[in-house]
């Protein structure tokens, strides 16, 4: 089943000339034969992340949203909190085990990544670090088995049907 995608990426100072995670992930996409539905380039600014997340959250074509960028520990990185305010759901598990995978590639520098995950309007949002390596390991790890409808016992695609429950 081919999943319909939007990229964000977080970032002061990167262009979509530039973009190398950005990058990573539209190829990704394409390699699963998902679909990348549309891709922004945003400022590290908590109201402009959460406006181009909802807006495309109410957008029926868009079944995953994938930031990269904003989730380590400086002063500027603010994407997380900005998750946290528009959830309807926190996925805590995709943190833990992002970090719990990243420590392989990157030891105890995972302490610094905050990527998280959530539910909004029937949408999951993945909030990836900035780093090549660490859109890598996200998708190489997780969200490829997760968006992959056979993977089995159980995956993120199967329960779209559901996702919106009362």
């Not at 995608?5 to 262009?15: G, H, K, M, P």
């Not at 600014?45 to 959460?50: F, G, L, Q, V």
């Not at 997380?80 to 959830?87: C, F, Q, R, T």
């Not at 990243?102 to 990527?115: C, D, P």
Request: overall charge positive; some cysteine.
């Amino acid at each position: 089943m081919q999943v319909n995608i939007a990229v964000l990426t977080v970032t002061d100072t990167r262009t979509f000339q530039n973009d190398k995670s950005g990058d990573i992930l539209v190829k990704k996409i394409s390699e699963q034969k998902h679909k990348l539905v549309d891709r922004k380039i945003v400022k590290d600014d908590k109201e402009k992340i959460k406006k181009i997340i909802i807006d495309w959250s109410k957008k029926k074509e868009i079944d995953v949203i994938v930031t990269t960028g904003g989730t380590g520990l400086t002063g500027r990185d603010i994407t997380p909190e900005a998750l946290d305010e528009i959830a309807d759901k926190k996925i805590p598990g995709f943190g833990e085990l992002f970090r719990q995978l990243s420590y392989k590639t990157v030891g105890t520098s995972t302490l610094q990544s905050r990527a998280c995950a959530i539910l909004r309007n029937g949408k999951y949002i993945f909030s990836l670090p900035g780093s090549s390596g660490g859109v890598t390991d996200a998708w190489d790890m997780i969200l490829k088995y997760q968006l992959d409808v056979t993977h089995k016992p159980c995956n993120f695609v199967e329960l779209f049907p559901r996702l919106k429950e009362k």
